[in-house]
């Protein structure tokens, strides 16, 4: 089992850069593909970016690039997601998520977080 806690979220102005972060614990090591995802109320829930196990290769939705980034730091078993240039329709619960595969649907992930809240105020 995978454990996942996000945290940094928040409000903000637009204009402005937050940083998300996603630690993970449990029986993991370093070989989980890690993603991001967000949801605003009343709407699925849509890709964001991810990152494979050794952080070389990353994938980022058409709406976040290149605002945003997505990174990871195995020895802190932690995933980060640092966004730039926020607008408010970057507003909602973002959730990190974790599988051994790849790929870009809900579906294909087996371990998520609570989700933390962004809020970008205009």
């Known amino acids: 089992q995978v454990q996942l806690v996000e945290s940094g979220g928040g409000l903000v102005q637009v204009g402005d850069s937050l940083t998300l972060s996603c630690a993970a614990s449990?029986?993991?090591?370093?070989?989980?593909?890690m993603a991001w995802f967000r949801q605003a109320p009343g709407k699925e829930r849509e890709f964001v970016a991810s990152?494979?196990?050794?952080?070389?290769?990353?994938y980022y939705a058409d709406s976040v690039k290149p605002r945003f980034t997505i990174s990871r730091v195995n020895t802190k078993n932690t995933v980060y997601l640092q966004m730039n240039s926020l607008k408010p329709e970057d507003t909602g619960v973002y959730y990190c998520?974790?599988?051994?595969?790849?790929?870009?649907?809900?579906?294909?992930?087996?371990?998520w977080g609570q989700g933390t809240q962004v809020i970008v105020s205009s």
């Open positions: 998520a974790a599988q051994m595969g790849a790929g870009v649907s809900v579906r294909g992930y087996d371990y």
């Open positions: 449990g029986r993991t090591g370093s070989n989980y593909a």
């Open positions: 990152i494979n196990w050794n952080g070389r290769s990353t």
